[in-house]
């Protein structure tokens, strides 16, 4: 049996570094983390995988949006830092992968056990998933 996968997205890290998204921005920041939040569910519907999309928020939220997990952080923490608490509270026995273009994260996260995946290996596991199905 494979192991249950986390994967935890750094929102606006990613919303940045993806041009169809960083362009929506212009229009709406709103829109393009919907728009994220669309493509995410998606991607967790045919992978199966427990997805959370952290974002800098300053409202102490935690919500659910279709089958995956929003989180907008508290006022004085990051999404890093929360994501960086998240990982090592998952217990080992689990998977987890990280969404980041963020290079200090990115060595944070894999000193904690997880697997960084850049900004442009996320969009290729999406798009590879579309693919497929």
Known sequence: MPLKTFLIV????????WPELEDLTAVSLESARVKLMDILSNYQGMTDET??????GYLVKVSEYNNIFVVYTKEAE?????????????PKEYR???????G????II????????TARELKLL????????
């Not at 997805?51 to 800098?56: A, E, K, L, Q, R």
């Not at 987890?96 to 963020?102: E, I, L």
């Open 10 to 17: 750094d929102g606006y890290n990613i919303i940045h570094a």
């Open 51 to 56: 997805v959370i999309v952290v974002f800098d």
């Open 78 to 90: 990051t999404a890093d830092h929360y994501i960086e608490k998240t990982v090592t509270n998952i």
């Open 96 to 102: 987890v992968k990280v969404a980041t273009n963020d």
């Open 104 to 107: 200090l994260e990115q060595t």
């Open 110 to 117: 894999m000193g904690k056990g997880a697997i960084r995946i």
């Open 126 to 133: 999406i798009e590879q998933e579309e693919k497929y199905i």
